[in-house]
């Protein structure tokens, strides 16, 4: 049986460290003098006793001043590595260290629609195509829900994400919940899939990703998340979404020391919580920055990967982003921004890259784009992968006996070796009459091909009928509640 973990793209020859060991150091430092001299807004009563109680200041009703030595103390115990399972119980994702994984974003309000080109609302069959591709693209390691269902109840949008999800793919999940009845929700629906609440804590198939406003102001919402999380010693994504220029710092060193400030509140959080809990942190720009010529939030700067130097520096697994473009169809800027982020974000050490697939600034989703970003991960992952230099790889043998005049077409040497090279599925190789022969198409309609191909022919083993019942009694129980 084949390591479905041999494939994972793992910096073990490089990495690109971007800050030195003294910059990050002084960011830290930045970020616990705002802890201890600012403090931080926390719109829970429980979050702010549980700080009180170690020795915490609090001011202004909930602003929190953390001392340092708290700080320190949740660093030795949250969890260097936070393994993610699939639905099979397999180990898919030990996420820490230099490992990357890829996969997409969730909620776009548009998608292109890969069979018309056409611009429009995303329903529920194009979520449940969009998990289905996921699970059939080899380099896709998660999945995330892409889309906002327009033909649902928007205020049940997440239960109905949910239940696509955990039906249409047997990886890892990475959901989100609008409310904390949501996530409870969700968290339901994952414990029925993996056998119940012991069974996903031992091998957790799902993280949640939450959102606090800022790196200094933590709302209800994310605070009720990250302990219900704790509670159950599931693993949270903790990613305080400030804007730089808006509300953080316009400099990136100022906009991620005042993240990570956030970043430790949480963790600190989570552990007074559960001690060992797992907590994935911030390995994004904070919300991209913001341009003040168009009024939008970038997704595609090059002012990025200082977040994932400090998340390095505290060793820590990341959530990361890439494979995103401002265009708003899949066309020349789409391929170039996406490449160039992807390449940064793995080289420097991105853990869970997500995003892939997005456009038009987080707007819009593609399927194609998703394609394509694909290939491209599968490209990187060749260029990264550690070569050999030994007695067989150096062929000396080989070339003395093919001799000066010689060649290696037809050598066993060369029929052992040719398919340890990387090949494309997508990316034109042929020469120009081969390519007029298969219709002279572009790299978006070979895209759109390649996703036709797998939808027909992707199967994978489907949920029990009890199981799946069970999900669309979670979903209909929150139908009768949001009437109430």
Known sequence: ????????????????????????????????????????????????????????????????????????????????????????????????????????????????????????????????????????????????????????????????????????????????????????????????????????????????????????????????KLLFLASKNLPALYIPASTAAITSPVTPAGSVAMDYAGVLVGLVLSQLKSEGTPVIVTGMPPGGTFDMRTMVTSYCEPERTITQAMSHFYNLPMFSIAGASESKVVDQQAAAEAALSLVVETLAGGNIIHDLGYLESGLTFSLVQLAICDEIASWIKGFIKKFEVNDETLALDVMAEVGPEGQFLDTNHTLKHYKDRWYPSLFERGNYQSWLEKGGKTLAERAADKIEQLLAVHKLEPLPDKIKGELRRIVQEAKMDDKT
């Open 1 to 224: 049986m084949t390591n479905k973990l041999s494939g994972i793209a793992n910096l073990e020859n490089f990495r690109f460290p971007r800050l030195s060991e003294e910059e990050c150091r002084r960011m830290h430092e930045a970020s616990l003098e705002i802890l201890e001299s600012m403090g931080v807004r926390l719109d829970l009563e429980e979050a702010v006793d549980m700080l009180k109680k170690t020795g915490a200041s609090v001011i202004d009703g909930n602003v929190v001043r953390v001392p340092s030595h708290l700080v320190e103390k949740v660093l030795k115990t949250a969890p260097k590595q936070v393994t993610l399972y699939d639905r099979q119980g397999n180990q898919a994702m030990p996420v820490g260290g230099n490992r990357c994984f890829y996969g997409p974003g969730s909620d776009c309000l548009n998608i292109i629609d890969h069979r018309t080109g056409e611009r429009r609302d995303p329903v529920l069959k194009d979520l449940e195509e969009g998990i289905r591709l996921c699970d059939s693209l080899e380099n896709i390691d998660f999945v995330m829900s892409m889309v906002l269902p327009a033909d649902v109840d928007k205020a049940l949008a997440d239960r109905y994400q949910m239940e696509a999800m955990l039906t249409y793919t047997t990886k890892p999940i990475i959901f989100v919940t609008y409310e904390m009845s949501g996530c409870r929700d969700a968290v339901r629906m994952a414990e029925a899939v993996a056998g119940g609440p012991d069974a996903l804590r031992k091998k957790p198939m799902i993280a949640c990703y939450i959102n606090a406003v800022s790196g200094v102001h933590h709302n209800k919402e994310a605070l009720q």
